[in-house]
């Protein structure tokens, strides 16, 4: 909305709200400062926000019993994770589980998208193998609980769009990958 | 955290299973918010220096006022002993009715 001179941005989920604006005259009452929001962390620094999901991260690793990894600095195998034979998982729905908790990583993650994209290709029949590749994501997760997302201030709101396509790459029926995002600023 | 008790709540929920649609309630969607979304605000209130402030609306389930005509029996405990078969019309939305998360 825009009143005369002024701009507002609001930002609504149920019961949380963020409210933005040149002016910061509201008739509401407000919590403060911005510090977290749907599960995300935000800090100030000098260059812009942090936007961190380090509570999520690891409520998530302790529920699924995950909070002594291996400490790795990788996050999928160079290995391709494939539908070939391989025994299958004995707890497909707890399977489920951490792929649905995985999606909600990658919101200030861009780093695990592609990792947690490919296990998801595999929810209607998990193997072992799978299930290897979900931990291997965890134990990166474990290492890198504090990474997130550096907002910093940008001259220009041009937008820009990339896309790849790695053609026909996948081994089990040849099918292509392909991915595309979009900066703003 | 200790084993005392801060405070008691209670809450009035009703049986939205009983429900019927078109006749009770129309729309049950509940509106959710994209990431790019949130990520566009924080990007524009960093490049304009812009300060950002959070707030809370209390039981905004409850706040909903009613379009269609939903009646509510009295609750098991609370029944008005002089006009037992009576029921009351909501004109404000309750935890479990089929609209609430749309408040």
């Given at each position: 909305m825009s009143v005369g001179v002024d701009i507002f941005y609001l930002l609504l989920y149920v019961n949380d709200i963020l409210l933005t604006g040149?002016?910061?005259?509201?008739?509401?009452?407000?919590?403060?400062?911005?510090?977290?929001?749907?599960?995300?962390?935000?800090?100030?620094?000098?260059?812009?926000?942090?936007?961190?999901?380090?509570?999520?991260i690891l409520d998530i690793l302790t529920r699924v019993g995950m909070t002594f990894c291996k400490l790795i600095d990788t996050l999928i195998s160079t290995f391709k994770v494939t539908i070939l034979p391989n025994p299958l998982f004995s707890d497909p729905t707890r399977f489920h589980q951490v792929v649905g908790a995985l999606q909600?990583?990658?919101?200030?993650?861009?780093?695990?998208?592609?990792?947690?994209?490919?296990?998801?290709?595999?929810?209607?029949?998990?193997?072992y193998s799978h299930w290897g590749?979900?931990?291997?994501?965890?134990?990166y997760l474990w290492v890198t609980t504090s990474y997130g997302l550096h907002i910093t201030r940008s001259s220009s709101f041009a937008l820009h769009g990339f896309t790849?396509?790695?053609?026909?790459?996948?081994?089990?029926?040849?099918?292509?990958?392909?991915?595309?995002?979009?900066?703003?600023g | 955290m200790d084993d005392n008790v801060e405070?008691?709540?209670?809450?009035?929920?009703?049986?939205?299973?009983?429900?019927?649609?078109?006749?009770?309630?129309?729309?049950?969607?509940?509106?959710?918010?994209?990431?790019a979304t949130i990520k566009l605000?924080?990007?524009?209130?960093?490049?304009y220096n812009w300060n950002i402030h959070q707030l809370d609306i209390h039981n905004a389930f409850l706040n909903d006022i009613l379009?269609?005509?939903?009646?509510?029996?009295?609750?098991?405990?609370?029944?008005?002993?002089?006009?037992?078969?009576?029921?009351?019309?909501l004109y404000k939305s309750l935890y479990d009715?089929?609209?609430?998360?749309?408040?």
């Open positions: 040149s002016n910061s005259e509201f008739k509401l009452r407000d919590l403060g400062v911005i510090h977290y929001f749907l599960g995300i962390e935000v800090q100030s620094t000098a260059m812009g926000l942090m936007l961190r999901q380090h509570k999520y909600y990583f990658t919101f200030m993650r861009p780093d695990i998208c592609f990792a947690v994209n490919r296990v998801c290709q595999f929810i209607h029949a998990p193997t590749a979900i931990k291997h994501i965890l134990c790849n396509t790695d053609w026909a790459d996948s081994i089990d029926d040849l099918k292509s990958t392909e991915g595309y995002l979009v900066f703003f | 405070r008691y709540k209670a809450r009035l929920v009703v049986k939205g299973l009983t429900q019927q649609e078109g006749i009770d309630y129309s729309e049950t969607f509940s509106p959710v918010i994209k990431q605000v924080f990007s524009i209130v960093v490049s379009v269609k005509k939903v009646y509510m029996k009295q609750p098991s405990g609370f029944v008005d002993s002089t006009l037992p078969s009576h029921v009351g019309q009715l089929k609209q609430a998360p749309r408040a």
